[in-house]
Nanobody, 123 residues
């Protein structure tokens, strides 16, 4: 059974950094796309960054491009999102998600597996 578990969220001052983690121990689709999304109150869920789990190729959405780095540790089956120069408008719930096909998408509905989210507050 696939379970994605996020951690690492919290409160940070503007300009600060955070590293989010996604434990994907139940995710066995080694060449498929995983990613990070975020959703602020009253707004739609939007893509942040994506990685071909196992292969390492990355893709960044415009939402935080230049301020985030997505990475993975295959041995630990963990995906990370390193966030820098955080702004108040980055305040949101951040989710990791996985697909069952080897292509990335910024559309949340294209992802079948989701974690419970981790809150990031920048103020």
């Amino acid at each position: 059974d696939v379970q994605l578990v996020e951690s690492g969220g919290g409160s940070v001052q503007p300009g600060g950094s955070l590293r989010l983690s996604c434990d994907a121990s139940g995710y066995t689709y080694s060449s498929n796309c995983m990613g990070w999304f975020r959703q602020a109150p009253g707004k739609e869920r939007e893509g942040v960054a994506f990685v071909y789990f196992g292969g390492g190729r990355t893709y960044y959405a415009d939402s935080m491009k230049g301020r985030v780095t997505i990475s993975q540790d295959n041995a630990k089956r963990t995906m990370y999102l390193h966030m820098n120069s955080l702004k108040p408008e980055d305040t949101a719930m951040y989710y990791c998600a996985g697909r069952t096909v080897p292509s990335c998408s910024e559309v949340p509905a294209d992802f079948g597996y989701w974690g419970q989210g981790t809150q990031v507050t920048v103020s």
